[in-house]
């Protein structure tokens, strides 16, 4: 969709979180990361390079990727001027945030005179079929959640790495606005039709050779009552032959319901293979990402082991220990 390498712009981020979606980037593709731009109010630094506009596009920078997520998702009018300034010098901007590029008049004209292009990658580009369910060549792993954001993202791109580094015939297909950053390309789901969901799904993972595996960035959670849609139509529409389970277990309850706790991994287990089954009759749950993040290693290995052991599926944190024993599992079915 758009021209790496890329400026992340982190703008007047207060902290990290507000600059996840440059972090997902850097994290998972800094070689198409030629610089960071922080305005005076920032409190984020990714550790590389500050660069002005003119240094970035002398450093072969071709877009401006918005990599900061404020509060209500809008193009702030405090980062007008610099973004008019990527424009005018040459490069392309790219968003993820709920408030358009195309919506802001200013924007459309300075990327207009300047010959520059605008990518809302929230907004689908593509005219999706309605699903069919049809079996396509070709194996796909989906990675399904005890709730929203506990890892799914990153332990597919965790996986599809070490899997191209082994020569493995396998491709990332991005399913959110992050995702779709740091890959280039994919579909925006939560913002999708419902009726072309699945449909969707279908069409990013189209028939390929046997051994060829699509790694299918999750969302949302069939426990979650706000996003369950969105889990439903990646499984009905990825027909996946394998599922990896991904929990974040210092949860106190579902993100943004304070009202519901995360179901226990027997229950995503049973129900996401429940559901698989309906497309695939041979999909299997292979394996366990755990999130470890906020737990010190001790105390996380304890963890670990016991999930291991109680649900008789290899357990990892790929990110502290390495997605190698997922991947041993994928190449099983």
């Known amino acids: 969709m758009f021209k790496a390498p890329y400026l992340l712009f982190l703008g007047d981020a207060p902290d990290r979180l507000a600059a996840k979606m440059a972090q997902g ?6 070689e198409s990361a030629v610089g960071q731009f922080r305005m005076k109010d920032c409190n984020v630094d990714l550790g590389i390079t500050d660069l002005s506009i003119q240094d970035a596009v002398a450093a072969g920078a071709k877009t401006l990727v918005i990599g900061i997520v404020n509060r209500g998702g809008v193009i702030s009018e405090s980062w007008k001027s610099v973004l008019i300034e990527a424009l005018e010098a040459g ?3 790219a968003s993820g945030l709920h408030n358009l590029l195309r919506d802001e008049p200013d924007l459309v004209a300075a990327a207009e005179k300047a010959g520059q292009k605008l990518y809302d990658v929230r907004v689908p580009s593509i005219q999706y079929p309605i699903a069919n369910g049809k079996k396509r060549s070709g194996k796909r792993c989906l990675a399904v959640g005890t709730d929203c954001s506990v890892g799914k993202m990153y332990t597919t791109l965790s996986m599809h790495r070490e899997m191209k580094k082994c020569g493995m015939n396998a491709t990332f297909r991005a399913t959110g606005q992050t995702g779709i950053l740091i890959e280039g390309d994919g579909v925006p789901l939560d913002a999708v039709i ?3 969901m699945a449909g969707s799904i279908e069409w990013l993972t189209p028939d390929n050779a046997e051994d060829h595996w699509d790694l299918i960035e999750g969302q949302g959670s069939l426990f979650h009552a706000s996003y369950s849609g969105v889990t439903t139509a990646l499984i009905h529409g990825g027909q996946p032959d394998a599922l990896i389970l991904c929990h974040e277990p210092t949860r106190e309850h579902m993100r943004g319901l304070p009202e519901y706790q995360l179901p ?3 229950a995503l287990r049973d129900l996401s293979l429940r559901m698989a089954t309906i497309v695939n009759p041979d999909c299997k749950v292979i394996g366990i990402s755990i999130n470890t993040q ?5 105390e996380a290995m304890a963890y670990l082991n016991k999930v291991e052991k109680e649900m008789g599926l290899p357990t990892i944190d790929p990110f502290r ?3 190698s024993r997922l991947i041993e599992a994928l190449t099983c079915v």
């Open 321 to 323: 220990q390495g997605p």
């Open 194 to 196: 419902a009726d072309f």
């Open 25 to 30: 980037i850097y994290d998972w593709r800094p």
């Open 294 to 298: 906020h737990m010190e290693e001790a």
């Open 264 to 266: 226990p991994l027997e």
């Open 91 to 93: 490069m392309d901007i």
